[in-house]
Structures are given as structure tokens and as C-alpha cells.
């Protein structure tokens, strides 16, 4: 069995790890493009809302995946049915089919019931091939929800580095808290976990999938 290490933990975290993570903004660049978001302060907003809701039920199918709390196949089911924007719903598959492409590489990853499974049920799969606890896929989940966002502010909207990244730390022990909540739903039905939604970005996404010319797939 696989050992985990905090170094481990790290590689999964990384944002360069070739999951597909970069070619997405989790819904940021339509909001740039309607002017919601355009300072620091807007994108604190962005992240902290992110966070609270998209990131606690990534957290909380992450760690219930890693756990294996509940079949897989359920879980993935649970996403797509608290995901309404079709455009979403494909962007966590493509970014979970890559996921498990890149996890593959690295460790030994057992098959899913589909190859396209949403991206947080592939994190949490991936996350314990490597011998990493529900915790450390719940607080990494997390955290990829608003470090994906954050980076993609930077090339939409040439906000400072430096900034964003404070940004980010401050949001880590928020990070934590989300992911200390996402641990206890585990042993819970799918039914019953966090269905925690964002309607704007959902309409947004919807409407950025009719774009002919943008940055970013999502």
C-alpha cells in the first residue's frame, strides 16, 4: 500500500500538475466579462463565495471518494445532479478525465464505473491511490476551487502576483474550515451531503459556452 507523505499531498495540490486545471477559470472570466469582478476586493468576494459553496461540496465528494464512504457511481451521480448548467457539468468531466490521466502516471489508480467521472470524485480517487486521507483530499479539493480562479484573475485581469497570492493566504484557514466541514459528512447517503450552489455562475457558464473567442474553457 502506498504511504502518504505531506510531499504527496503537494503534488496533487500543485497547479501544474497536467490535470487540465489551467485551461479553466471555474466560471471567472464571465464574470470579468460583466464587470463583477475587476479589483482584488472583487475577486476576494469571488474566491470567499467559491469557497463556501462550490469548494464545500468539491471538499465533501472529494473525501467521501477518497473514503469510499459511498460508491463511486453515486457519488458522480450526486455531482451531475447538483450541477444544472450543462456546460459545467462538462467541464468537471473533462477536468476529471484528466485528472485521472495525470494520477495514472504517478500511482496506481483502480477504474471508475466511466472514464469522465466530475472532477472532485476523480480528486478523491486519485488522492487515495496515493495513500492520502479524506482529510488531505477534502482540504485539497478545497483549495483547488479558489487557487484555479485566483490564477486565471491574474491573466484576465493583470492583477498584481503578489496580491492574489495574499489573497489566497488569507483564505487558507477559511480553506481548512471548509474542509474540517466537508469530513463530517462522511458516512452520510449522497443524498444527504452539501448541495451548496452558485446560480450566477451556473447562468454565466451557460452563457460563456456561446462565446466564439475566449481565454478559457469554463
Request: proline content about 6%; hydrophobic content about 50%; charged content about 15%.
Amino acid at each position: 500500500m502506498v504511504r502518504s507523505s505531506p510531499a504527496t499531498l503537494l503534488v496533487l495540490a500543485d497547479g501544474r500538475l497536467p490535470a487540465g486545471g489551467h485551461a479553466h477559470s471555474s466560471g471567472l472570466e464571465a464574470q470579468v466579462s460583466a464587470g463583477r469582478v475587476r479589483t482584488i476586493a472583487d475577486l476576494d468576494g469571488f474566491l470567499t463565495g467559491r469557497l463556501a459553496t462550490g469548494g464545500l461540496v468539491a471538499a465533501t465528494f472529494a473525501a467521501a471518494a477518497c473514503a469510499r464512504t459511498a460508491a463511486l457511481e453515486d457519488l458522480d451521480f450526486g455531482l451531475e445532479v447538483r450541477t444544472p448548467s450543462p456546460a459545467l457539468r462538462t467541464a468537471s468531466r473533462a477536468q476529471g478525465r484528466a485528472l485521472l490521466r495525470a494520477g495514472r502516471a504517478m500511482w496506481t489508480v483502480p477504474p471508475p464505473h466511466r472514464a469522465d467521472v466530475h472532477q472532485p470524485v476523480a480528486f478523491g480517487l486519485v488522492a487515495s491511490a496515493a495513500g492520502l486521507e479524506p482529510e488531505h483530499a477534502a482540504v485539497a479539493a478545497a483549495y483547488g476551487t479558489i487557487s484555479g480562479p485566483a490564477s486565471a484573475a491574474v491573466r484576465l485581469l493583470g492583477l498584481d502576483p503578489y496580491a492574489v497570492h495574499a489573497l489566497l493566504a488569507r483564505l487558507a484557514a477559511e480553506c481548512d474550515a471548509v474542509a474540517a466541514t466537508a469530513l463530517t459528512h462522511l458516512g452520510r447517503s449522497v443524498d444527504d451531503l452539501p448541495a451548496d450552489g452558485a446560480p450566477l455562475l451556473d447562468i454565466g457558464a451557460e452563457h460563456h459556452a456561446t462565446w466564439e473567442v475566449r481565454l478559457f474553457a469554463s
